[in-house]
């Protein structure tokens, strides 16, 4: 089948092909919760486009128009805040609804310019070749570490959420290749604002986002070779330190964790039932981390929630949970500023209501 003949199959099938791809990208939540429902006509617009584009290669034979355009694609999307991922994505179901609408004999030429034009999104750097091949281990092992370790995570994505979660590790290897392959850390540090944002929507912390780069970083070191890896460990701990609220209550708070942690454990002493004071001292740096993420958003309770879970899950009695409590409002008042200690209180004291 010749060029014409492509082209001639292309247009005749051109609304279904779109349609398909339009259909496809929306089922991917990231479109959505990154850009809201608007995003729609933009997703069609962009799929017309994109098959324009392709068609345009194969009408003048020149693997290069489509090569170009999808390089120019990548950086406009890398500046709206999405990945490479999201370029090779598109094209994928653009591969899929062509093998779907058009006959068999079509498919080889068109796959070839596809082909050609998403190896150009390859950046040439040793460590982003390596974090490519390790793409999907990396995401299955940062998973394993948070939603399949840590009931926290659990509660956050649901009994149903792990793919979403090795989803959503998944992004943050990829934006972390985009970060090393344009030289620019801020690709990373603001996906992971933003992913910060919908992990706290989700009844996580700041902390547990920080504790996902870490464990990136870590895993990284296990599974890359030594010699290649210090800008992703540069980029990921800029990207931790990003994420630091500035608020001086915030600021305050986190000066004080581990006066406040030691105090508390201090406190409480033997009265905490069977905790050991390692892991008494983890539960109180949760209660500090949701605390802190209360402070600089006081409209919604973090900690209050935290309790509900506490409840849920550990099925922690309240009398527990208030003891915990009654020692952190404490301790707040012995190592916080006075403005920002009594400001804390009253948000424990709001959380300890929900405990009782």
């Known amino acids: 089948m010749n060029h014409y003949e492509v082209i001639h199959l292309l247009e005749s099938q051109h609304t279904s092909i779109r349609d398909d791809v339009v259909a496809a990208t929306m089922n991917n939540p990231f479109w959505r919760e990154r850009f809201g429902e608007e995003v729609y006509q933009k997703i069609i617009f962009d799929t017309e486009h994109n098959l324009a584009t392709l068609m345009k290669a194969i009408r003048y034979q ?17 500046d709206l805040r999405c990945s490479t991922g999201m370029v090779r994505e598109t094209f994928f179901y653009i591969w899929n609804a ?24 390859n950046y040439s750097k040793e460590l982003t070749t390596q974090l490519g091949v390790a793409h999907e281990k990396l ?24 793919a979403q979660l090795r989803h959503d590790t998944w992004l943050c ?4 290749i985009d970060a090393v392959g344009m030289m620019d850390e801020h ?16 009844g996580l912390t700041t902390v547990h986002v920080q504790h996902l780069l870490w464990f990136m970083s870590t895993v990284i070191e296990s599974q890359l070779p030594a010699h290649t ?9 800029a990207s931790s330190f990003a994420l630091m ?10 000066e004080a964790q581990n006066a406040l942690v030691g105090n508390v454990v201090h406190r409480l002493g033997t009265s905490a039932g069977s905790a050991r004071p390692d892991q008494l001292a983890m539960e109180v740096g949760w209660y500090v981390a949701y605390l802190g993420e209360t402070l600089v958003h006081p409209n919604t309770n973090r900690l209050s929630i935290y309790s509900q879970w506490l409840k849920q899950h550990l099925s922690m009695p309240a009398a527990t949970l208030n003891a915990h409590y009654s020692a952190l409002l404490e301790a707040l008042a012995q190592h916080l500023p006075t403005d920002t200690a009594r400001q804390a209180a009253k948000l424990v004291q709001a959380a300890q209501r929900v405990a009782q």
Do not use: F
């Not at 004999?105 to 050609?116: C, E, F, G, K, V």
């Not at 690709?187 to 989700?202: D, G, K, L, T, Y």
């Not at 001086?248 to 986190?254: F, I, K, M, S, V």
């Open 62 to 78: 020149s693997p290069m128009i489509l090569s170009d355009y999808i390089l120019w694609l990548r950086k406009t999307l890398v």
């Open 98 to 121: 062509v093998a779907h609408n058009l006959p068999a004999d079509a498919h080889t030429m068109i796959y070839q310019y596809i082909q050609l034009a998403t190896q150009k999104l």
């Open 139 to 162: 995401a299955e092992a940062l998973t394993r570490q948070t939603y399949d370790a840590h009931w926290h995570w659990q509660m956050a994505y649901g009994p149903d959420g792990r």
């Open 173 to 176: 290897i990829d934006y972390l």
């Open 187 to 202: 690709i990373m540090s603001r996906h992971m604002r933003w992913m910060r944002e919908r992990a706290v929507q989700r």
């Open 229 to 237: 890896i210090g800008e992703a460990q540069r980029i990921l701990q």
């Open 245 to 254: 609220y500035e608020e001086p209550a915030y600021q305050a708070l986190l």
